[in-house]
């Protein structure tokens, strides 16, 4: 009996060792979040959202964004690279625009009418009101532009857009585990077609928004539950520092209003079991390779969330769907007095008035 609990300790220890040194696609380093203020203050439990109207987006799936068309009509990406337009309150079929050949996520009207496209898979994009889809930018300082996620439109036809990660959209939750940050916010110049890198060194750069009057453009960093900002003009032009801190759930993408506010879409609650591994990089890798081995678990249960940010930084709307009909938001948009919603989960676009 001794000699067979020797031989089990012995395989055991051989296991674990594997499971620490075996090779990895991920180099975990250890980094620290921020508090969790869970779902108190101003982000109390509250079931504001279940009473969302939802448009129907069938056959199609996972409108990632939507954008107000010059026409009236909603526009959204799917993730089979189409990009419909349909009625708000879902009285027509959606109809087909265009086809990007990738997955079109952030999207928002240029001045001359055209819709711009940051595109997971091709970069940022141009879609005429005919349809036709060109290529704009690709790379950035010399690097391909792996995961364009969201973007902004300044008054001066700049585009900021974030390259959400180096791995690209098929891998992109290696960065979670790794605790790396691989993300950039990009700046498009129409009239030159270069593209620049604004600031690097984000843990997954996704969601991006101008500030009202342009001095400062947001970018939110995911993975770091955070919001960035980068001021563009005045005394502190070329600086950068954090807008919104330790925020309770994964921000994804953010727009503002003609109020100069915010909207946050948090596309999932935090889950405090990988707070608790962010400063432990070794049993991250371990954890890693297991799971490579058995099967990742699922990411969460359903849940909608989405949050209103003044100028200020302070939250002054909390909308939230426990159950789960409204889930995984991804974009939150003010349109007259209509918040529209989107999901990479959903087969519908949501609706619901403003508070």
């Known amino acids: 009996m001794r000699y067979v609990l020797l031989v089990l300790l012995a395989l055991l220890l051989g296991f674990a060792a594997w499971l620490a040194f075996a090779p990895a696609p991920i180099d975990p380093v250890a980094w620290t979040p921020p508090a969790n203020p869970g779902l108190t203050g101003p982000y109390a439990a509250n079931e504001a959202l279940k009473g969302a109207t939802l448009a129907s ?53 240029a001045a001359d009418g055209a819709l711009i496209v940051a595109d997971g898979q091709r970069g940022l994009l141009r879609v005429a009101p005919g349809g036709e889809v060109t290529v704009l930018a690709v790379k950035a300082d010399g690097k391909p532009i792996a995961f364009a996620d969201d973007l902004a439109i300044a008054a001066d036809g700049t585009v900021y857009f974030s390259d959400a990660s180096t791995r690209g959209p098929d891998n992109f939750m290696l960065d979670a585990w790794e605790g790396r940050p691989n993300g950039r916010l990009l700046a498009y110049d129409p009239r030159t077609g270069e593209t620049r890198v604004v600031l690097d060194g984000l843990r997954f750069a996704n969601g991006v928004a101008l500030s009202a009057d342009g001095s400062f453009v947001l970018v939110n960093e995911t993975f770091a539950y955070r919001v960035a900002r980068v001021w563009l003009s005045g005394p502190k032009a070329g ?90 938001v991804t974009s939150v948009n003010l349109f007259g007095d209509t918040l529209v919603l989107g999901s990479i989960a959903m087969d519908a676009i949501a609706t619901i008035p403003a508070p």
Do not use: C
């Open 239 to 328: 600086t950068h520092d954090v807008f919104i801190d330790a925020l309770p759930g994964f921000p994804d993408n953010i727009s503002a209003d003609e109020k100069g506010r915010f909207w946050i879409a948090l596309v999932q609650p935090r889950d405090a079991q990988a707070d608790a591994m962010a400063e432990r990089p070794l049993l991250r890798r371990m954890l890693f390779n297991l799971f490579s081995l058995t099967g990742f678990p699922e990411q969460g249960s359903p849940y909608g969330w989405a949050i209103g940010v003044g100028a200020d930084g302070d939250v002054f709307a909390n909308l939230q769907d426990p159950s789960g009909r409204v889930t995984s």
């Open 57 to 109: 987006i069938v056959p199609g799936h996972g409108p990632e964004d939507v954008a107000q068309g010059p026409d009236g009509l909603l526009y959204t990406g799917l993730e089979d690279g189409s990009i419909v337009r349909l009625k708000a309150d879902g009285s027509t079929p959606p109809e087909l625009v265009a086809h990007t050949g990738g997955r079109p996520l952030g999207m928002e009207f």
